[in-house]
């Protein structure tokens, strides 16, 4: 991803929904989610280790559940980590809380997102100021930053009051993004559609891994904009994106 001549900053969306962003010098490094513990985690470590990865400047948690912080205790075992961010603390999963025990048992800091806030250089969209919602779907961080000239949002798959709420305030600066990396899940199908349609980014890395088994993808048979390019990520591969 580079647009304004910068160096490239490579962008991979791996197994579990990791998102790497690899940043030349490595001091913008960043690892979003930790993937489903064991598989997703040890796959992540797998890739990070195979790529000379040998710390991680900052992990963020986008959504206190078991398939985006159930690695997270793997990550540390296996990698030095200066940060880890996350959204709001006060959530029940189990593995979420089991990764803030062990982020201060290895004394690891631990930043919290807030709407508005800077967080570690992306801008956080949800959840919204005020906000008091009571499930991991609904207070999933949403981010949005600009890599070398292109405008990236990383959008989890999002509760319903969460979405709707995003929805009504989206900042006019961020339509037609040049990236979307989301997730989609079967019974928030439609409403995902809705979402996209709403931010009109002009591409969209997709991870499907918990969406309509029957095989029908965004790329295939959903109502986008035909302007709108969808690149679904399979669970057998990694996508790369890098101009």
Do not use: C, K
């Not at 490595?26 to 040890?42: H, I, L, M, Q, Y």
């Not at 559940?65 to 603390?89: K, N, S, V």
């Not at 508005?116 to 991991?136: D, H, I, K, Y």
């Amino acid at each position: 991803v580079a647009m304004d001549g910068s160096p490239s900053v490579r962008i991979q969306v791996l197994p579990g929904g990791m998102v790497v962003v690899d940043a030349p010098g490595g001091s913008d490094d960043w690892v979003f989610n930790a993937g489903s513990d064991p598989t997703g985690g040890r796959l992540g470590i797998e890739w990070l280790r195979s790529r000379g990865w040998n710390r991680l400047p900052r992990l963020g948690i986008l959504r206190a559940d078991a398939g985006h912080a159930g690695g997270a205790t793997l990550l540390f075992e296996e990698f030095r980590t200066r940060e880890l961010w996350i959204g709001e603390p006060r959530q029940r999963s189990p593995y979420f809380r089991r990764m803030l025990d062990e982020a201060r048992r290895r004394t690891i800091p631990v930043r919290q997102a807030d709407t508005g806030r800077n967080w570690g250089g992306w801008e956080v969209l949800s959840p919204g100021v005020g906000s008091q919602w009571s499930t991991a779907a609904d207070n999933a961080v949403v981010l949005a930053g600009t890599l070398g000239g292109v405008q990236v949002v990383l959008l989890p798959d999002l509760g319903p009051a969460a979405r709707e709420d995003l929805w009504r305030r989206w900042p006019a600066q961020l339509d037609r993004p040049d990236l979307l990396i989301t997730e989609v899940s079967l019974p928030n199908r439609e409403s995902w559609e809705r979402m996209v349609q709403r931010i009109r980014p002009q591409d969209v890395v997709v991870d499907e891994s918990g969406s309509d088994r029957t095989g029908r993808t965004p790329g295939r048979g959903w109502t986008l904009e035909t302007s709108i390019r969808v690149h679904p990520r399979s669970e057998e591969h990694t996508s790369e994106l890098q101009s």
